[in-house]
């Protein structure tokens, strides 16, 4: 599923789902970098109890929603809480709201896991059980690190692809204005040389200002190359059909 997302915030709502899917009762996935703000997204595997999450990630003020998930992203370690007795969710929350939130849902087991992308941390996936459900041991980590990792990957491509795609679309404004910047003065060298080639005193200037009317065609051939070019790039060529003869074509070259 994540091979098909492009957009951060599309990729982190897909792996809460497929974790909660997976072997969670809830997930709360966060990322926060320098590319913008802190990005959340909540599952749960009761829909209805989804409101009861929201809490957590209503408050932008901190980079992230539980005091937990701050000191698993800061350390690089997955953190396994096999029992969240009050005491424990009073530690792992930021404020007595969050740990309200942690005993609203009957949280009984937490598993914290560090996201990573380029040797650095900058978000994580908390996975949680509730009352009746085993808790989180060591052989979870495993495959919610997988899930991190995942997700790390879906994130930096869909990062690449949107710096790239704005790259060319930076690319095919300027070649634009270069393109009619170059026009511009064309047009008007073009319109001295035709003028010149009809008033040409001797035929020395009339060759000369043939000259300049054939050079000029050929720099708009090339302003029309970029233009192409850029076009080609976004997927957009059109193909122009039109008749000549070789002996036109060549006398181009000469």
């Known amino acids: 599923a994540l091979a098909r997302v492009r957009e951060s915030n599309a990729a982190i709502a897909t792996v809460a789902r497929l974790c909660v899917e997976g072997f969670a009762d809830w997930c709360l996935v966060e990322w926060a970098d320098d590319a913008g703000p802190p990005l959340r997204a909540v599952a749960c595997a009761m829909p209805a109890r989804e409101r009861d999450l929201r809490p957590l990630i209503a408050d932008m003020r901190r980079r992230f929603s539980l005091r937990g998930v701050d000191e698993a992203v800061a350390g690089g370690d997955a953190i396994v809480v096999g029992d969240v007795v009050p005491e424990v969710a009073q530690a792992l929350a930021w404020d007595d709201a969050g740990a309200a939130v942690l005993r609203a849902l009957s949280t009984t087991s937490l598993l914290l896991v560090p996201v990573e992308a380029h040797g650095k941390a900058y978000g994580a996936i908390t996975l949680a059980r509730c009352a009746g459900v085993r808790g989180f041991c ?85 302003v029309r190359d970029l233009l192409d070019f850029s076009s080609i790039d976004a997927g957009r060529l059109h193909v122009e059909l039109a008749r000549d003869t070789v002996a036109d074509i060549l006398e181009s070259f000469l």
């Open 138 to 222: 060591d052989d979870d980590v495993a495959p919610a690190r997988e899930c991190a990792r995942q997700l790390s990957m879906a994130i930096d491509v869909g990062r690449s692809i949107e710096k790239a795609e704005n790259a060319a679309h930076a690319r095919e404004r300027l070649l634009a204005i270069v393109a009619h910047d170059m026009r511009t003065p064309l047009n008007t060298i073009a319109l001295t040389g035709a003028q010149l080639e009809r008033t040409a005193p001797t035929s020395a200037v009339a060759t000369a200002a043939h000259s300049i009317a054939k050079n000029v065609k050929r720099l708009e051939r090339l």
